[in-house]
Nanobody, 116 residues
Framework: QVQLVESGGGLVQPGGSLRLSCAAS????????MSWYRQAPEKGRELVAV????????KYADSVKGRFTISRDNAKNTVYLQMNSLKPEDTAVYYC?????????WGQGTQVTVSS
């Protein structure tokens, strides 16, 4: 059974940090490109960051460049999103996604709220 389970969300003050994790099971994690998306209230889902299968290439949305870092540990079947210098506009549900040709899986999401 394929599973992507996000964790690490919560309430944080502006300027703070959080580290999200997404644990994968039920498929060959190392063969999948992994991404983090987010969806704020009443907004569409947007791409935050992507990492290739080996971790050699990463890409970020302009809004998070320099503040967020995506990484992966293929031995642990886990992808991470380190979020620093958080802003209220980063408030959203964060989802991880796994992609391969003709295959796509989503996690259930974890809430991140940035507020004082």
């Amino acid at each position: 059974q394929v599973q992507l389970v996000e964790s690490g969300g919560g309430l944080v003050q502006p300027g703070g940090s959080l580290r999200l994790s997404c644990a994968a099971s039920g498929f060959t994690f190392s063969s999948y490109v992994m991404s983090w998306y987010r969806q704020a209230p009443e907004k569409g889902r947007e791409l935050v960051a992507v990492i290739t299968t080996t971790g050699g290439t990463t890409k970020y949305a302009d809004s998070v460049k320099g503040r967020f870092t995506i990484s992966r540990d293929n031995a642990k079947n886990t992808v991470y999103l380190q979020m620093n210098s958080l802003k209220p506009e980063d408030t959203a549900v964060y989802y991880c996604r796994a992609d391969r040709v003709n295959m796509r899986y989503w996690g259930q999401g974890t809430q991140v709220t940035v507020s004082s």
